[in-house]
Antibody
Framework: EVELLESGGDLVQPGGSLRLSCEASGFTLTKYAMSWVRQPPGKGLEWVSA????????FYADSVTGRFTISRDNSKNTLYLQMTSLRAEDTAAYYC????????????????WGQGTLVTVSS | EIVLTQSPATLSLSPGERATLSCRASQSVSNNLAWYQQKPGQAPKLLIY???NRATGIPARFSGSGSGTDFTLTISSLEPEDFAVYYCQQRSNWPPSSFGPGTKVDIK
C-alpha cells in the first residue's frame, strides 16, 4: 500500500525558513515523479512544485519561484521542500503527492496523497 | 495559465439522488482533466483521470465526461460517504497544474 507521510510543518515568522519532508513507502520512489500541493485553511488546492523521478527536472508555481526548492533523496525514500522568505500567504496545509509516471509531463495525475503538514507564517 | 471554473459552488442533494458537477476551462485542455474528492480533514483522492477514466477502486457510480473546455462529473446515486468537496484539475498546460475552486456536495 502506498503511504506518504509529511512532516516539518510549524509556526514560523515572516521571512523565516522551513524544510518539509515526505517519507514514501509501499512503492518504488525512483520510478515516479512527485509534487507538492498546498491548501490554505478553508480554501482550495494550489499546485506548488514538482520533480521528476530522477530529480533532473523540477518545476515551480510563480508564487514560490525563487523562494522554494524541491528535492528528493531516493536512497532515503524522501521528498523535500525547502521554503525560504516565507510570507503570510504561504500559510497552508502542504501535501505531497505521487504522480502516475516518472515524468511531470501532461497526462500524468496525482494518484496518491499524504495527509498533509501545516505551515503557519505569522508573527 | 489555464483557469478552471466549477459550478455550482454548492450542491445540496439527498442520498440516492443524482449529482452533476461542472468544470469549465478557459482554453482547451483536450481530455487532460482529473477529478478529486476531498472530505473534511482528509487529503484529496483521485477519482477520475483523462476526463473519463475511473481511478483504481473508484465505484462505478462515479463517471466523468467531456473534452476541450467543458467537463462533467456525475455521481449516479449519492451514497452518504459521497458528501464532500470535488475539485477538477487540468494536466494539459504545464508546468502550472491548475485546480478549480471546488464544488461542495452537501446533504439537503
Amino acid at each position: 500500500e502506498v503511504e506518504l507521510l509529511e512532516s516539518g510543518g510549524d509556526l514560523v515568522q515572516p521571512g523565516g525558513s522551513l524544510r518539509l519532508s515526505c517519507e514514501a513507502s509501499g512503492f518504488t520512489l525512483t520510478k515516479y515523479a512527485m509534487s507538492w500541493v498546498r491548501q490554505p485553511p478553508g480554501k482550495g488546492l494550489e499546485w506548488v512544485s514538482a520533480i521528476s523521478a530522477d530529480g533532473g527536472s523540477f518545476f515551480y508555481a510563480d508564487s514560490v519561484t525563487g523562494r522554494f526548492t524541491i528535492s528528493r533523496d531516493n536512497s532515503k525514500n524522501t521528498l523535500y521542500l525547502q521554503m525560504t522568505s516565507l510570507r503570510a500567504e504561504d500559510t497552508a496545509a502542504y501535501y505531497c503527492a505521487k504522480l502516475t509516471s516518472s515524468s511531470y509531463a501532461p497526462r500524468n495525475y496525482f494518484d496518491s496523497w499524504g495527509q498533509g503538514t501545516l505551515v503557519t507564517v505569522s508573527s | 495559465e489555464i483557469v478552471l471554473t466549477q459550478s455550482p459552488a454548492t450542491l445540496s442533494l439527498s442520498p440516492g439522488e443524482r449529482a452533476t458537477l461542472s468544470c469549465r476551462a478557459s482554453q482547451s485542455v483536450s481530455n487532460n482533466l482529473a477529478w478529486y474528492q476531498q472530505k473534511p480533514g482528509q487529503a484529496p483522492k483521485l477519482l477520475i483521470y483523462g476526463a473519463s477514466n475511473r481511478a483504481t477502486g473508484i465505484p462505478a457510480r462515479f463517471s466523468g465526461s467531456g473534452s476541450g473546455t467543458d467537463f462533467t462529473l456525475t455521481i449516479s446515486s449519492l451514497e452518504p460517504e459521497d458528501f464532500a468537496v470535488y475539485y477538477c484539475q487540468q494536466r494539459s498546460n504545464w508546468p502550472p497544474s491548475s485546480f478549480g475552486p471546488g464544488t461542495k456536495v452537501d446533504i439537503k
